[in-house]
């Protein structure tokens, strides 16, 4: 059993002051740690490809007002500008937020939906967490490292259409909540993102001849009724690392999941 406290409702006035100082915090490590971050190099392409994968652009999603997943599609096409072909060189991490930087109307950016607490709201850039979604995906089927990743706290919509296990996203938040992979390998690895009409599209390259594939699968997955009245959704996602010569394999655990639902999962006939 996994029992998980109502969430706490703070003001407003400490959620806007908690968030400058964390980036502003984050900003600092930026400037003076010893961590060496991945830039883009549009003259490199890279032979390999480890994994594809592309999300569907448009959902309609409940008590959602579609322009708002319409502005998604501006607020995505200008963040991935800044992470198109980025080399990821052994030692070096790549990080979302240090390469887009910070959303604003001055660049462009427009009213995309965003979860907070649980609800659904509009703000500047909203919708790029589906970037860090694709992106961790991604990672998943490869031998980089997650340094940084954040989980979503809230199970908001119900499945519909889902192609992968339930939390296997990554949330964002300039820039506090970032999502950052570490090359720990000799080898070197490229980013190439590009949207069309029905898809956000990404593919991870690499220098070399992949000699392993990845499979990413969830066991334990359960809905459970908390003592103070609400539902929580549990999950646990692993990984199966398979040796494509030997078909040797291992399996690891990659997350466990705890997720407030703001939906009854209990559905009358």
Known sequence: MNFIEKPIQRSLLRRKLGKEFYIFKRFLKWHFSSTKYSKVDNNILLQYSLKKHKSILLRQLKNVDMYLQYNKITN????????????????????????VGRPSKIKGYK???????GKVSSGIG????????????MALHSP?????????SFDVFPDVNRTIPFACGA??????????????????????????EEYL?????????????????????????????GYTR??????????????????ELIAENNAIMTYNPVLKE
């Open 234 to 251: 549990h999950n646990k996602i692993w990984r199966r690392i398979i040796d494509i010569e030997t078909n040797e394999n291992c399996e």
């Open 111 to 117: 009213e995309g939906m965003m979860i907070h607490n």
């Open 171 to 196: 949330t964002l938040a300039y820039n506090y909540i970032d999502l950052q992979l570490e090359n720990q390998t000799n080898n070197t690895f490229q980013i190439k993102l590009w949207i069309d």
């Open 144 to 152: 980089l490292t997650v340094k940084e990743r954040w989980r979503h």
């Open 126 to 137: 909203g919708g790029l967490c589906q970037l860090g979604n694709l992106i961790y995906w």
């Open 76 to 99: 995505l096409k200008l963040a991935i500008k800044n992470i198109n072909n980025v080399i990821i060189k052994p030692g070096e991490t790549f990080s979302i937020w240090k390469l």
């Open 201 to 229: 599209n990404g593919e991870l390259l690499c220098d070399y001849k992949p000699n392993k594939k990845y499979e990413i699968f969830e066991t334990d997955q359960r809905f459970q009724l908390q003592f103070w009245g």
